[in-house]
């Protein structure tokens, strides 16, 4: 869609004005023009309007300034919501009215539809109760044996808001969000939680691409993960290959998948709550495709094409509130990178389908990420020429800008 900018220097040219022609026209200075132009700064409403007229544009200009001016507002409202909820975090790192019942039935209602939610709406509602749940610890206005249950409804509140924030791109701001997550678990000696913050830590750090210290987060989150409770020391077995398959460690990545396996089967009890933080078959084998991704194909590869269409189909035909969106998306992803890693340049363009007729507001970080790497695959020399993987990369390009 074109910016007013570019409408604007487009309908000043063909007009045939200069910008010293058109600031006399709508009585502003040359310099402000050229600012509003290249998008250096937001046009007064004043200007479109009488640039519209100046140039003839029949409304173009104004409709185009008023949906800019629109998405300025709405994403200062998202930075609001942003600098409170960190606050909040910040404080719940150093240190109501809703029934304790109710609050934790908010919680676990959050933690399922994140998983189908994009991630903005999710930071909103997350930081709501949170506030709910930290102002009932602050002013002690609780019984005495609620106070480990707030801290844990805290703690997964901030859980939430730190996968909110790593999926809108901010790994910085999702890091404060799990360190007060940790800390509320610690309070709330809650090892189960405490064990999910660790794997959150980890999938942090690898998004930063600081794979050795995502491996100390995971190391150090063993300790919390109990026999046979939960899928704890699953999730955590599979953070640790993706780590080791991305440090270049064939034989451990798979290892710690198989490791991964075989702690699922000795699970005797469940987690105590799904969505985000729940970790179900069809996201274990996820994760064994967007580790093995990152080896030198063969072998690897073939695993990795498993994995993610296991996952895919395991979405699919499992239960709504297990079925994460954005990971399906990125399964396809991943499924795709595995077929180009095979040379099935034809399979890669198919898996990609889904992915490639997604709007904007699902488009989360991590899509852009593993899409940029697959179109850099497809564009290597051996591809040249090849007309499916010209036009798969001129799509993920389209779709990045």
Request: some cysteine.
């Amino acid at each position: 869609m074109t910016t007013f900018p570019e409408l604007l220097r487009t309908l000043r040219m063909q007009a045939g004005l200069s910008l010293a022609g058109l600031a006399q026209h709508v009585h502003y200075d040359r310099t402000s023009l050229h600012h509003y132009e290249t998008g250096r700064r937001p046009a007064p409403l004043e200007v479109a309007e009488a640039a519209d007229e100046v140039l003839r544009a029949d409304g173009k200009l104004v409709e185009a300034w008023q949906r800019e001016d629109l998405e300025r507002r709405e994403a200062a409202a998202t930075h609001r919501v942003r600098a409170a909820a960190l606050a909040m975090s910040r404080d719940l790192t150093a240190l109501a009215d809703l029934d304790i019942s109710e609050l934790q039935d908010g919680v676990s209602a959050t933690a399922v539809d994140y998983l189908g939610t994009a991630p903005g709406p999710m930071m909103d509602r997350a930081h709501t109760l949170r506030g709910e749940a930290f102002e009932r610890i602050r002013s002690g206005h609780h019984r005495p044996h609620d106070r480990s249950d707030l801290y844990v409804a805290a703690g997964r509140l901030s859980g939430v808001l730190s996968y909110a924030l790593l999926d809108m791109g901010d790994p910085d701001e999702a890091l404060e969000h799990a360190t007060a997550a940790g800390r509320c678990a610690e309070y709330a000696g809650d090892a189960e939680l405490a064990a999910w913050v660790a794997g959150t830590k980890s999938l942090i750090a690898r998004f930063q691409g600081d794979y050795g210290r995502a491996l100390e987060y995971i190391r150090d989150g063993y300790q919390w993960v109990g026999h046979g409770h939960g899928t704890g020391e699953a999730r955590l077995r599979c953070g640790e290959a993706q780590c080791l398959a991305n440090l270049g460690d064939s034989r451990a990545a798979n290892a710690a998948l198989d490791a991964a396996d075989e702690a699922r089967d000795r699970i005797r009890r469940p987690d105590s709550l799904a969505g985000l933080f729940g970790f179900p078959r069809a996201k274990q084998s996820y994760y064994a495709g967007s580790s093995l991704i990152w080896l030198e194909g063969g072998h690897d590869a073939e695993r990795a094409e498993r994995e993610a269409l296991e996952a895919i189909d395991l979405w699919a035909s499992g239960p709504v509130e297990e079925r994460s969106l954005d990971d399906e998306r990125l399964a396809h992803i991943y499924l795709a990178t595995a077929r180009v890693q095979l040379d099935d340049v034809e399979g890669a363009a198919d898996a990609l389908t889904p992915v490639l007729s997604l709007p904007l507001e699902d488009q989360i970080s991590w899509i852009a990420k593993r899409m940029d790497r697959v179109a850099g695959m497809l564009s290597a020399p051996r591809y040249a020429g090849n007309r499916t993987a010209e036009e798969t990369v001129e799509a993920i390009n389209a779709l990045a800008a």
